[in-house]
Nanobody, 124 residues
Framework: QVQLVESGGGLVQAGGSLRLSCALS????????MGWFRQGPGEEREIVAA????????YYADFVKGRFAISRDNAKNTLYLQMNSLKPEDTAVYYC?????????????????WGQGTQVTVSS
């Protein structure tokens, strides 16, 4: 059974940076398309970024373009989300997700596997 474990969340001031990591176990990392969703207080879960299993296709939500970057290290079975120029509105629980498919990666329903989430808090 695939398991996803996020790390790297925390408290940061506006304008600062954080890097989230997501380790996948129980499966072949290079066979999974992966992404990040987030859920702010009182809000619905929304896509942040996603990348297909081959790394040839990447999706970013408009609100993070130019600030966040998704990447993967197949040798380490790890997905990353580099977050720069953080804003208070980026405060949320960030979830790592995985799917063996490579289409509709911006859609929540596409993902079979979810991590437990890591809290990111951006102070003003």
């Amino acid at each position: 059974q695939v398991q996803l474990v996020e790390s790297g969340g925390g408290l940061v001031q506006a304008g600062g940076s954080l890097r989230l990591s997501c380790a996948l176990s129980g499966g072949t990392f290079s066979s999974y398309s992966m992404g990040w969703f987030r859920q702010g207080p009182g809000e619905e879960r929304e896509i942040v970024a996603a990348q297909n299993w081959s790394g040839t296709s990447t999706y970013y939500a408009d609100f993070v373009k130019g600030r966040f970057a998704i990447s993967r290290d197949n040798a380490k079975n790890t997905l990353y989300l580099q977050m720069n120029s953080l804003k208070p509105e980026d405060t949320a629980v960030y979830y790592c997700v995985a799917t063996p498919e490579d289409t509709y990666l911006s859609q929540l329903w596409r993902y079979r596997f979810w991590g437990q989430g890591t809290q990111v808090t951006v102070s003003s």
